[in-house]
T-cell receptor, first 116, second 117 residues
C-alpha cells in the first residue's frame, strides 16, 4: 500500500517564477492538506482540500493556490516566487470517516523548494 | 498569539533513559485534539500519538505516552527507554474544534532530541 507521494523531490526556481508541486494521497484517503516548513521551524498550514474544494486556509497570500482532482490527488501552485518561499513543502492526507476517533494525517516526504 | 509552545529547542538523553518533551497550548475551544509528530533528518513527519480533549485517560502508544494536564493546558510527550533512532525533531500540534471532515492542524516550533550512546 503506497503512502503519500510527492513530486518533485527537489526544485530550484528564481524569484518571480511560478511553481507547481504535486501530491498523491495514501490509498483510500480523500482529504489533502499542504504545509510549508521553513528551515528550523514547525510546519505552517497552507490549506486543505476535500471533495475538490478548499475547506480550510491558513494565513498565506493568494499567490498560493491549489487544486484537488477527482482521484483525490492535489497540486500546490505558487506564483511570483519570493526568496522567503524557500522551504520544505509537505503534503498530508487523511480519511475523515476512519475508524479512529481522530483524523490521523499521513505525511509525504516533502518537496524541497529553493528560490534564488 | 502562539498557540503551541515548545520551550525546549534542544534536548539530550542517554540511551535507555526516559525523556519528557514539553508542550503547552492555548485555545478557548472546549473541543480540540493534540498530536505529537517525529521528524527525522529525512524530513518525513511521522505520527506518534494523539490525545482528545475529552479523553479521560492519557494516551499511550508503545514507548510513547502523553502526560495530558488539561487545566494547565499541557501535553508533554514521554519517551521511555530511549533508542538511538529516537534522535529527531519532535513537534507538538493541535486541532481546534469538533472533529469534522476537514481539520486545520497547528504545529509548534519543535524540540530537537539527541540520544547519546
Amino acid at each position: 500500500d503506497a503512502g503519500v507521494t510527492q513530486s518533485p523531490t527537489h526544485l530550484i526556481k528564481t524569484r518571480g517564477q511560478q511553481v507547481t508541486l504535486r501530491c498523491s494521497p495514501k490509498s483510500g484517503h480523500d482529504t489533502v492538506s499542504w504545509y510549508q516548513q521553513a528551515l528550523g521551524q514547525g510546519p505552517q498550514f497552507i490549506f486543505q482540500y476535500y471533495e475538490e474544494e478548499e475547506r480550510q486556509r491558513g494565513n498565506f497570500p493568494d499567490r498560493f493556490s491549489g487544486h484537488q482532482f477527482p482521484n483525490y490527488s492535489s497540486e500546490l501552485n505558487v506564483n511570483a516566487l519570493l526568496l522567503g518561499d524557500s522551504a520544505l513543502y509537505l503534503c498530508a492526507s487523511s480519511f475523515p470517516r476512519g475508524i479512529r476517533s481522530y483524523n490521523e494525517q499521513f505525511f509525504g516526504p516533502g518537496t524541497r523548494l529553493t528560490v534564488l | 498569539a502562539q498557540k503551541i509552545t515548545q520551550t525546549q529547542p534542544g534536548m539530550f538523553v542517554q540511551e535507555k533513559e526516559a525523556v519528557t518533551l514539553d508542550c503547552t497550548y492555548d485555545t478557548s475551544d472546549p473541543s480540540y485534539g493534540l498530536f505529537w509528530y517525529k521528524q527525522p533528518s529525512s524530513g518525513e513527519m511521522i505520527f506518534l500519538i494523539y490525545q482528545g480533549s475529552y479523553d479521560q485517560q492519557n494516551a499511550t502508544e508503545g514507548r510513547y505516552s502523553l502526560n495530558f494536564q488539561k487545566a494547565r493546558k499541557s501535553a508533554n510527550l514521554v519517551i521511555s527507554a530511549s533508542q538511538l533512532g529516537d534522535s529527531a525533531m519532535y513537534f507538538c500540534a493541535m486541532r481546534e474544534g469538533r472533529e469534522t471532515s476537514y481539520d486545520k492542524v497547528i504545529f509548534g516550533p519543535g524540540t530537537s532530541l539527541s540520544v547519546i550512546p
